[in-house]
């Protein structure tokens, strides 16, 4: 169906792929598949010759590759008959691309083409701060629970998707963590959706919070028959007065029904009580999860509990959340122990790439322990972080490009913690980073990497800094 899909909607197209990474080569592949390499055009910025082998490959087949330059300027072909793939990163409105699309060009993605023509059910996730670890969370739960078909994880997360339309079907649920980058121009065709939180991220790319909040709800779309939101969120909370749609209010920080949904008409709400996760539709109450089963730490982890439980509520046996919780250790790159030594132990939350996240990361510990932050920053402000830090931690060691904008940041507030005994690090050399936390770290503690900013200043992606620092660790 695939391959003939393709014939059908594109043969007289011209197919253009912005961007040759972990999206558009799936979609590159098929294209070959289907015998129509010849139409179809990668534009990359970097040079061929750095595209590896799977480039050489698809050039060898037939694909057209444009390389070097920006890949939204200059289109060579004709863009009233082009097709437009672009990678996440990629800004809708960037270069010439509005250009293209008023004279005809239709843009997509590789997640918003498998949206428009999977007969599956969609659960989407977004959100600033725990969208990977409630996406898995969604998924296992349904993988323990749901019967009537098979459960795939894809979107900003797993496997590319596009691929599998064939296999997919209309008994299936499909689990997508979306990005911001991903919704803001697509219509994710959930019928399940939920936003774990909006608070200020990828404020380098997104014009203002504004635009980005607005990215964010488009996880809501016209097929959204259940929509989850965070009753304590300010960007999310809104969002329930005015739609009216079933929808489902969480949050651990608040303990009855009332004090969670007040004001909200028709929404049904999750909330913790001493110790329990309860749901509740206003009249009726039940208990599902009792959070000492929860082996991840965290009061943020129990609400990723909570929006994973409202989104498979009512479709998966009423156990299967319990079974996963007493069993999933977390995922890979987020609060990952890596080793105790010297009875200190370090952990990899190499996935924490915002402010936010790193002040849920140190919330989970007790005694306080050295942190490193630092990376490529996203235009996001320090200063809660900063307070934090004075409140928690026992030393932080800055590095990356961001050392001096969280410098500053706790430079602007450190006279508001005149008793702190925070010691403040700066050590450009990555290796040398976790070496100078190991010689401050004392005994009981521990050494967590949450960034609070992307990997881009020194890696390709947040997975490679947190394996280079476990590799690290691991040699001590």
Request: with cysteine.
């Amino acid at each position: 169906m695939l391959h003939s899909l393709l014939r059908e909607k594109f043969s007289d197209k011209n197919i253009i792929l912005l961007g040759f990474g972990v999206s558009n080569i799936p979609v590159a592949r098929e294209f070959l598949a289907a015998g129509m390499g010849a139409s179809v055009t990668v534009r990359d910025m970097k040079p061929f010759s750095e595209l590896g082998d799977t480039a050489r490959e698809f050039a060898e087949a037939g694909v057209n590759f444009e390389c070097g330059s920006e890949p939204t300027k200059n289109f060579t072909c004709d863009t009233s008959r082009a097709v437009i793939f672009r990678s996440p990163g990629i800004r809708p409105d960037a270069g010439d691309l509005t250009a293209a699309i008023e004279s005809g060009a239709i843009l997509t993605s590789e997640v918003e083409f498998f949206c428009e023509h999977t007969y599956a059910r969609i659960f989407a996730i977004t959100g600033s701060d725990g969208k990977t670890t409630t996406s898995t969370l969604t998924s296992l739960i349904l993988k323990e629970g749901y019967k009537d078909g098979k459960i795939y994880l894809g979107g900003n997360i797993g496997t590319p998707l596009f691929p599998l339309l064939d296999e997919i079907g209309k008994n299936d649920i499909c689990v997508l963590e979306l990005s911001s980058f991903q919704l803001m121009t697509m219509d994710s065709r959930a019928t399940h959706a939920a936003i774990t939180n909006i608070t200020p991220n990828h404020l380098n790319w997104h014009i203002d919070m504004n635009e980005y909040a607005e990215a964010k709800y488009n996880v809501n779309g016209r097929y959204t028959w259940r929509l989850v939101l965070n009753a304590t969120d300010a960007y999310s909370r809104p969002l329930a007065e005015y739609i009216g749609k079933p929808k489902i209010l969480f949050s651990a920080y608040r303990d009855s029904y009332e004090s969670l949904c007040d004001g909200i008409d028709g929404a049904d709400g999750i909330f913790l009580r001493d110790g329990q996760i309860v749901y509740s539709d206003g009249k009726n109450e039940e208990i599902l999860l009792n959070t000492s089963d929860i082996k991840i730490p965290g009061v943020h982890n129990i609400e990723n509990y909570m929006t994973a439980i409202a989104l498979t509520y009512g479709i998966t046996e009423k156990d299967a959340a319990v079974r996963v919780a007493k069993t999933f250790g977390g995922v890979a790159h987020r609060l990952e122990l890596v080793r105790e030594k010297d009875g200190v132990k370090y952990y990899n939350s190499s996935i924490d790439s915002s402010p936010t996240r790193t002040i849920a990361a140190l919330s989970t510990f007790k005694n306080k322990p050295t942190l490193i932050v630092g990376g490529r920053g996203k235009k996001t402000p320090y200063e809660g972080l900063a307070r934090e830090l004075y409140l928690r931690a026992g030393a932080v060691i800055l590095t990356g490009e961001t050392a001096d904008e969280v410098s500053e940041a706790l430079a602007s507030v450190a006279s508001e913690y005149p008793d702190s005994d925070l010691r403040i690090l700066l050590e450009e050399d990555f290796a040398a980073c976790v070496k100078l936390a190991e010689s401050v770290t004392p005994a009981g503690s521990a050494v967590v990497l949450s960034p609070a900013a992307t990997s881009f200043d020194k890696f390709k992606n947040f997975a490679e800094r947190g394996e280079v620092f476990k590799e690290i660790v691991k040699n001590l």
